[in-house]
Structures are given as C-alpha cells and as structure tokens.
C-alpha cells in the first residue's frame, strides 16, 4: 500500500491523485485521496453506496471539481482550464451508469459526434471508425437503429464503442451494469473483458462485479466514507482482506 | 406441475371496429344522459349550421363593381353576404398602400421563399444545413432590399406604405425569427453559471414579461424618439418589430428553458465527458433535444405572436386587420359590410394559426426518435 506519492513527472504515471480532498458543501465527501495508476493499469474501485467512488473518477475528468490536493492525468496537472479541459477528455473516456447515448441521434451519430466536432475528423472516416468499434462491441447491425430502439445491454456496448471512437489512453467506467438486467450483464463485462486484455488502456472501473474485478484487475481499491481503505492485488483483496470494513463489505456482497 | 412444448402461433390483434351502429351505440347514446346531450347539439347544430351556410355561400354575393349589387332596391343590404366587398378591395387587403406597379417585388420574394422552403422538406434534399442558413440568413436581406427597394435600381418604398397580409406576415416571420433566436440566448443565459449573464437575463425577461405588448408599442413609438438626437428618425416598422421582438423573446426564453431542465443531467454530462465544449454540446446535444420537447408551448407563443401583430394598429401601421377595419371600413364606397371584413380576417388568421398548428404536429412526429433517457 504505496499512499505517500509525490508529485511525479514520470511520464508512466497515467493518473496521479495526491491528496485529493472535496467537499460538497460542508460535506466532506473525498478525503485525501492518494493514487497513482501506471499506463495500462486495470483497477476496479469497489465499496458501499455513497462512499464517493463516482465522485472520485468524476475528479479525474473534471466532471466534478476538487478542491485540494492535485490530480495529474497524463502528466498534466487538471486546472480546468477550457482549453486544457478538452484535450483531457479527448484522452479520457467514460461510461455511465445509465449509458447517457443521445436519443435524438442514431447510434452512427453518437459515435461519430465528438471525432466529427472535438477532432475535426472527417465524416466518412469517423464513420469508418464508428462501424469498426461497433462491429468489436458486437453490434454493428444497430448503427441506423436509434438508442430508444435498443435494450440495456446494448446500449451500454454502444456507449464503449462511442468512448472508443475517441481513441482514448484512459477509460472510466461508473458502474456499468448496475443498471442492466441479469441476462445482459454478461455481454457488457464480455466486451470489458476484452478490452482489458488487449491491454494498452488505462481503465478505471468502479463496479461490484467481483468476478470481473478477479478476471481482470491488477489492483483493487476499496472506499469507504470518502476514504481509501485498502487497496491491493485481486488475489490478496478477496482471499486475505486486512481491514475489517472490507471484510463486512466482501461479506455482504454476492460473490459473482 | 406444468409443461409444455407447444409454441403458441402469432395472432393479429383482435380488431377494434365493429361497425357504425357499435360506434353510435358507444360513443353518442351510451346512457339517458348522453343521448339526452347528443340530441341537443344535434337541435343546436341544426339550427346554426345550415342558416351560417346559407348565409356565407349560398346567398352571397362574390363578385360586384359597386356595393350597389349587394343592396336590394330600397337601399337594405341583400340576405347573404357580401364576399365583394373583400373581392373587390383584395389588392388592398394583402399590400395595404404598397404601389401597384410595385407589387411583384413583394410577390417575388414570397415566391422565393416558398421555393427556397419546399426542399427542406425532402428527406433526400442534399446539404441541408446550409439551404436552411441560406433562408435564415442571406435570405432576408434579399428580401428586404426587394421589398424596401433603394438600391439597385428599385424605387424606394417607405414603409408606412407596406400593409395588409404582406405586413402581418413580414412582421410576424421576422419577430418568430428574431424571438425564437434571441429568446434561446436567453434561456440558456438564465441557465448560465456565471452570475452576471444570469441575472442579466433574469432582469431582462421578468422585464418583459411583466409590461403589456400595446404599452411597448406605445414606448416604441412615442418614448423613444424622446430618447434619440433631435432630427432623427427611426423607422416605424423597425421600432414596432423591435418591440415586438424583445417582448416575445422573453416568453420563448421561458418556454425554451422549460425544455432545457427537461433534459436530464446526464445528457450535460455526456456530452461534456467527450470534450465537446459549452457552446457545441448546446446545439449539438442539448438544444435539439429541448427543442423537441417544446414545440407545443413554442407554437403556442408563435401563434400569439401572429395575433399580436393586429396591435401595430395603434402605431399607425396598417396589417391585415387594420386595412379592413379602418381603411376599408370607413371607405364610403363600401359602408355596412362590417361584418364580412371580419370574418374574412378571423378566416385568415385561423388559417396560417391552424395551418402552423397541424405543421407543429407533424414536425413533432417526424422528430420522435420513440424514447427519451
Ligand atoms: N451533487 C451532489 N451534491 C451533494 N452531495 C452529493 C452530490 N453528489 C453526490 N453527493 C454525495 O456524495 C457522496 C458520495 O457520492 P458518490 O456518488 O460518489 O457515491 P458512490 O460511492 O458512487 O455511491 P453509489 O454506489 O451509490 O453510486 C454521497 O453521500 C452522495 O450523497
Ligand atoms: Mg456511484
């Protein structure tokens, strides 16, 4: 459990957190926060309900603001400055819990709309792009359809493909199947899976799926009121928990 | 327990239509009391339809040199009505005092602008966008220097003399126009986190909507030349537009906002997390779908709006209905035909109001992708 991390320009940092605090009015809702993620580095971010777990990845693309401590994505210190902003969440992609797709656009627009407006990619090779990644997440017979017209599961598997379609170093995923229904749970870790082990992405995932967390993690981090509470390798996290909230939690969850 | 392997086959829906006896049986005579309701507005119908007929077609006279041939011998007006009385002043009711010999200059660019909307249409017509920003943009200046005349060769017409319908539509497609974009910029500047630009709108909309549109349009045309330099002059039309404008700007902010916070956060969030800027993720993501969720209430103000133009009567303008009432209507030629001057105005405003009313309704069809978030 390396915490005391310094600032460090070492360009194999893909994500430094030091010291993050932030607060939500008077509510403390992150406390000094420290974590470093190497390039390519696979974490799965787990804990109860509330204790800040959304709120931290929100830091990393400045979807929420912290107020102390520094994050360093890419070696670049997040001000949130506009012009800054946009490089950053070229970079950085997410998936939401609740997909986010834009009803009013067919899924070929989703996924062309930041390459065509953000990179200035030309239309028919931001298509291109968009069929390819439709094709990974296996869905490239929906391209014309629009979101409303697909179920859960596909609809998050679009919701990768649009993130992708950016190019991204780094992925952030907020709970991406607590919204879907069991039988299409499988489909989307399917896919996550597989990006994982085509290795290369930085990706931080928030989730309960333990299996997935198993499967693919290299660490395991564990939050609790805002705070980091243990952190550690798959293997050790499930099988050796050292403090005792993680092992309430571990024990409370279905194992997967 | 229980187990089958018999798939049970797809059968079409049972259907809902059993005939004109069912239909009578469910919807006008289901009960003493319906019938009893039904059989009075069929008594009530009979007794005002057939008479209205009578009145508007039948006995009617639609064509006449003079007034004359709507009177009977001893100077009473005839049964029907007198449609001549608009069919003979018609050039009047759609160009108000705009020269004759002029007239194809507004007529053209009505054209074009009818010619230049067809496409839009089209699902196939190609680059859309830009025809669209062409009519926007580049469009009403053409119409203008057409309409205004002073360049190029064109006699120059002041406009006090432009009115009738011509009028109504100008001032109405340009204040839908003008409202409609300024009222979008204030929407989101009431949404905006920087206090200042919140504020300022707030100030400004609860401005406007607080005063009454026939007092702007008395301050637009007596106040305010108090507050310009001695000598100059401001054009009437552009005062009373002016007006209208910023009026109507601040009930579509409202509309416009209401569609705004419809739109869940995530949608914001989304957007931004992709790295589209403020400016983009508005009109790219968040604008379209607001949009789409206030039709209704938009028509509703543009349908106002349309109406409200009769207003300019107390400035000295001369639209559709202030050519048929005070013009027309104290023209001694004609006296006593009241009554057709204002069902032929009632008529026409119904007709462009239902007319963007069943637009409105189509518009929101096609635009139903099915399923919100
Ligand atoms: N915009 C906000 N304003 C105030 N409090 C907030 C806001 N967003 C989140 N919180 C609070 O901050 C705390 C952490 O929220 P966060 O969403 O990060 O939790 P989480 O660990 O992701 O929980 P969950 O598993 O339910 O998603 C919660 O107590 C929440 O109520
Ligand atoms: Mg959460």
């Known amino acids: ?256 | 327990m229980y187990v089958t392997d018999k798939i049970l086959p797809e059968l079409p829906a049972p259907s809902n239509s059993k005939g004109l006896i069912h239909w009578l049986k469910t919807n006008l005579f289901n009960g003493p009391f319906n019938t009893l309701f039904t059989l009075l507005a069929a008594y009530v119908l009979y007794k005002v339809i057939p008479p209205a007929i009578e009145w508007a077609f039948i006995d009617a006279t639609w064509f006449a040199e003079t007034s004359g041939e709507c009177k009977l011998e001893n100077g009473d007006r005839k049964d029907g009505a007198c449609w001549a009385f608009i069919t003979n002043r018609f050039d009047q009711i759609m160009y108000g005092f705009y020269p004759e010999a002029e007239r194809w200059r507004p007529n053209l660019a009505g054209i074009m602008l009818v010619l230049l909307t067809i496409p839009l249409f089209f699902e196939k017509t190609p680059k859309k966008a830009w025809l669209g920003g062409f009519i926007l943009v580049i469009f009403p200046f053409i119409a203008f220097v057409l309409i205004r005349g002073g360049y190029f060769g064109l006699e120059a017409i002041d406009t006090g003399k432009w009115g009738g319908l011509m009028l109504t539509l100008i001032i109405s497609l340009v204040g839908i126009l003008f409202a409609l974009l300024f009222g979008t910029i204030l929407a989101l500047g009431r949404r905006s986190s920087m206090p200042i630009v919140k504020s300022l709108s707030v100030v400004f909309i609860e401005f406007w909507r607080g005063v009454p549109l026939i007092t702007v349009l008395f301050m637009s045309s007596v106040m305010l030349p108090l507050f310009l330099p001695e000598g100059t002059t401001f054009d009437k039309l552009a005062r009373a537009m002016i007006g209208i404008i910023l009026f109507q700007s601040a009930y579509v902010a409202e509309v416009v906002r209401g569609g705004l916070q419809a739109i869940p956060k995530g949608q914001y969030e989304a957007a931004a997390a992709m790295g589209l800027s403020y400016w983009k993720s508005m009109f790219l993501v968040i604008l379209p779908q607001s949009m789409k969720l206030v039709i209704p209430g938009l028509v509703n103000t543009f349908i106002a709006l349309f109406k409200d133009t009769t207003l300019v009567l107390i400035i000295g303008l001369f639209d559709l209905l202030a050519i048929i009432e005070n013009v027309l209507g104290s023209d001694n030629a004609w006296l006593g035909f009241h009554t057709e001057g204002l069902v032929f105005a009632a008529f026409v405003f119904w007709l462009f109001c239902f007319g963007l009313s069943r637009y409105s309704m189509a518009l929101e069809r096609k635009l139903d992708t099915g399923h919100r978030n």
């Open chain 1, 1 to 256: 459990m390396a915490n005391n991390a310094q600032v460090n320009n070492n360009e194999e940092y893909a994500i430094q957190l030091i010291n993050m605090n932030k607060w939500y009015g008077d509510f403390h809702v992150l406390k000094d926060i420290n974590l470093n993620v190497k390039e390519g580095e696979r974490i799965v971010i787990c804990g109860p309900s509330g204790s800040g777990k959304s709120t931290v990845i929100r830091c990393i693309n400045h979807l929420e603001e912290h107020q102390k401590g520094q994050i360093i994505v890419n070696g670049e210190e997040i001000t949130g400055d506009v012009k800054q902003l946009e490089r950053l969440r070229t970079d950085v992609g997410m998936c939401f819990q609740h997909f986010n797709l834009f009803p009013h656009l067919s899924i070929l627009d989703n996924l062309t709309l930041a390459p065509i407006w953000v990179k200035k990619i030309p239309k028919a090779e931001a298509e291109a792009t968009a069929m390819k990644y439709l094709e990974r997440v296996k869905i490239p017979d929906q391209a014309l359809k629009y979101p409303g017209q697909l179920s859960g599961g596909q609809q998050q598997r679009v919701a990768i493909a649009r993130s992708l379609c950016m190019d991204p170093k780094i992925m952030l995923f907020d709970e991406p199947t607590s919204a879907l229904d069991p039988e299409m749970i499988s489909e989307v870790l399917d896919v996550m899976i597989e990006l994982a082990n085509e290795g290369g992405m930085t990706m931080l995932c928030v989730t309960h799926e333990m299996g997935f967390a198993k499967k693919v993690a290299d660490r395991v981090i564990f939050m609790d009121a805002g705070q980091i509470i243990e952190e550690n390798n798959p293997e050790e996290f499930f099988n050796n928990p050292q403090s005792e909230r993680t092992q309430l939690f571990l024990s409370q969850i279905i194992d997967h």
